[in-house]
């Protein structure tokens, strides 16, 4: 399964975690807390993990091909919430297995 990942500095981590998992949990299977989320989204899975210094995204889905439509999407809703500062999404493909 394809996957990604990104450590996204701020001192927001919690908000922009769960900021996302309440816009989508209308549309979506997700469970959220105030330090760890999951989305299901028709794209593919993020997770989330929220410390004191940054926001850690996984995405991951089962087509290839879709994986930087996954990126986009999430890190433009995350972006979104977070219009006070500028968050810098840089992702990292995993090896493939």
């Not at 309440?22 to 549309?27: C, I, P, V």
């Not at 593919?44 to 990126?71: N, P």
Request: hydrophobic letters at 40%; aromatic letters at 8%.
């Amino acid at each position: 399964m394809p996957s990604s990942h990104a450590d996204v500095a701020t001192e927001h981590a919690s908000r922009y975690l769960q900021q996302p998992c309440k816009h989508w949990a209308h549309k979506f299977p997700v469970e959220f807390n105030p330090t760890h989320g999951s989305i299901d989204l028709s794209l593919g899975r993020t997770v989330m993990d929220a410390d004191a210094s940054a926001l850690h995204i996984t995405v991951s889905t089962d087509e290839g091909g879709s994986l930087e439509r996954l990126e986009s999407v999430v890190a433009d809703h995350i972006k979104r919430f977070a219009f006070r500062e500028e968050l810098i999404f840089d992702w990292k493909q995993a090896p493939a297995a």
